[in-house]
T-cell receptor, first 113, second 116 residues
Framework: DVKVTQSSRYLVKRTGEKVFLECVQD?????MFWYRQDPGLGLRLIYF???????EKGDIPEGYSVSREKKERFSLILESASTNQTSMYLC????????????FGPGTRLLVL | AQKVTQAQTEISVVEKEDVTLDCVYE???????LFWYKQPPSGELVFLIR??????QNEISGRYSWNFQKSTSSFNFTITASQVVDSAVYFC?????????????FGKGTTLSVSS
């Protein structure tokens, strides 16, 4: 079974803090994704990566950066957390082809105070 | 531009009722892929089905069935004899050929509540 894990299920941070969200997959997938999910807006792509050290901006990259130093790990970084980044963050991974299914982690609920 | 519309925001049914969740998509590509995911209260998105644009056969898996109609750009999902455990948010999603490595385009989801 594909396994995607995220470092925290719940996180509370203060405005201005630097926040790291970690995602690890164990299926040797090339693609990894970070989405955020907000009520009424559905899932929106923040960043994705199709290979180590490669990254592409998604629909809402502002205020975020990412790091992929190893194939199995994809980190989302909030350089200076703000209250409007309070959200549910979901990581996903897939094989390289567009037809391949994306498998999701359990999500991290981030609250920025 | 590609788009996925789930017009039903919330649906409430009583156990054992059948329920259909609607999904309408827009794409200019002739090759594309459609997905359904389930998100229970725990938060994790669970993959349910993938269908490519060349396969219009309906699919049945237990109490779940999917009706794909290219003529109406729809990929609807029916749960037969619903159960309380079916309560979740259901997402329909689209990906396009030639876009390897790109993300899924999700609808906004339909929240299904099944009461006993």
């Amino acid at each position: 079974d594909v396994k995607v894990t995220q470092s925290s299920r719940y996180l509370v941070k203060r405005t201005g803090e630097k926040v790291f969200l970690e995602c690890v997959q164990d299926m040797d997938h090339e693609n990894m994704f970070w989405y955020r999910q907000d009520p009424g807006l559905g899932l929106r792509l923040i960043y994705f990566s199709y290979d180590v050290k490669m990254k592409e901006k998604g629909d809402i990259p502002e205020g975020y950066s990412v790091s992929r130093e190893k194939k199995e790990r994809f980190s989302l970084i909030l350089e200076s957390a703000s209250t409007n980044q309070t959200s549910m963050y979901l990581c996903a991974s897939s094989l390289f082809s567009e037809e391949e299914t994306q498998y999701f982690g359990p999500g991290t609920r981030l609250l920025v105070l | 531009a590609q788009k996925v519309t789930q017009a039903q925001t919330e649906i409430s049914v009583v156990e054992k009722e059948d329920v259909t969740l609607d999904c309408v998509y827009e794409t200019r590509d002739t090759t594309y892929y459609l997905f359904w995911y389930k998100q229970p209260p725990s938060g994790e998105l669970v993959f349910l089905i993938r269908r490519n644009s060349f396969d219009e056969q309906n699919e049945i898996s237990g109490r779940y069935s999917w009706n794909f109609q290219k003529s109406t750009s729809s990929f609807n999902f029916t749960i037969t004899a619903s159960q309380v455990v079916d309560s979740a948010v259901y997402f329909c999603a689209l990906s396009e050929a030639g876009q390897a490595g790109t993300a899924l385009i999700f609808g906004k989801g339909t929240t299904l509540s099944v009461s006993s």
